[in-house]
């Protein structure tokens, strides 16, 4: 079936620096969204796309349908990004059902 | 971030008992969606309604769950006969048209 391969699995950071985190899709999605798990537990919006980039603060995601792979760039990491990141797609046919990615756990380190 | 509500945070049943959660999607929400997050992270989608109406759903959840989104009273998913494999977060999300917003999900255990 449809799948999200999401990498890293585990990422650790110190503060200041940045990464990227990746989803590779098997087949085209017609949209992607980013999340984060917070200490409680709940999935907070990052992002929603359906083409090309958007950019919040020290956040940044790509997603391209065509070349089936969507990115959440961090930059200037802090502690209170760490956590579990989700990205999750969209497949055209499948009236809005999100296919998640395995997740990938942040560390910030000071 | 998002408003909606489920009920209760924790749940804990033996198994063959009934398993009943609910959820209040956004204000303005038509599209609702249930899914499951199991131990390991992983995410299956259950079902999804606009309004009243089912839009899709897998087959487990057409055997063994009862779902619905009645008009101005909470969605629910009931669990009719609970296993232990059933053990898992349940979250509901709402969603205006694409973006989907999330609840904080019950947690339920089947002993």
């Known amino acids: 079936g449809d799948q999200v391969e999401q990498s890293p699995s585990a990422l650790s950071l110190h503060e200041g620096t940045g990464s990227a985190l990746r989803c590779n899709f098997t087949?085209?999605?017609?949209?992607v969204q980013w999340f984060r798990k917070n200490s409680r537990g709940s999935l907070i919006n990052l992002f929603y796309?359906?083409?090309g980039t958007k950019e919040n603060g020290r956040l940044k995601s790509a997603f391209d349908s065509k070349e089936r792979y969507s990115t959440l760039h961090i930059r200037d990491a802090q502690l209170e990004d760490s956590g579990t990141y989700f990205c999750?797609?969209?497949?055209?046919?499948?009236?809005?059902?999100?296919?998640f990615g395995q997740g990938t756990k942040l560390s910030i380190k000071p | 971030n998002s408003k909606v509500i489920q009920t209760p945070r924790y749940l804990v049943k033996g198994q063959g008992q009934k398993a009943k959660m609910r959820c209040i999607p956004e204000k303005g929400h038509p599209v609702v969606f249930w899914y499951q997050q199991n131990k390991n992270n992983e995410f299956k989608f259950l079902i999804n309604f606009q309004n009243q109406e089912v839009l899709q759903q897998i087959d487990m959840t057409e055997k063994r769950f009862s779902a619905e989104c009645p008009s101005n009273s909470p969605c629910s998913l009931e669990i009719q006969s609970s296993e232990a494999g059933d053990s898992a977060l349940y979250l509901c999300a709402s969603s205006p048209k694409d973006t989907q917003y999330f609840g904080p999900g019950t947690r339920l255990l089947v002993l």
């Open positions: 796309l359906a083409s």
């Open positions: 087949t085209t999605m017609r949209a």
């Open positions: 999750a797609a969209e497949a055209g046919y499948n009236q809005g059902k999100l296919i």
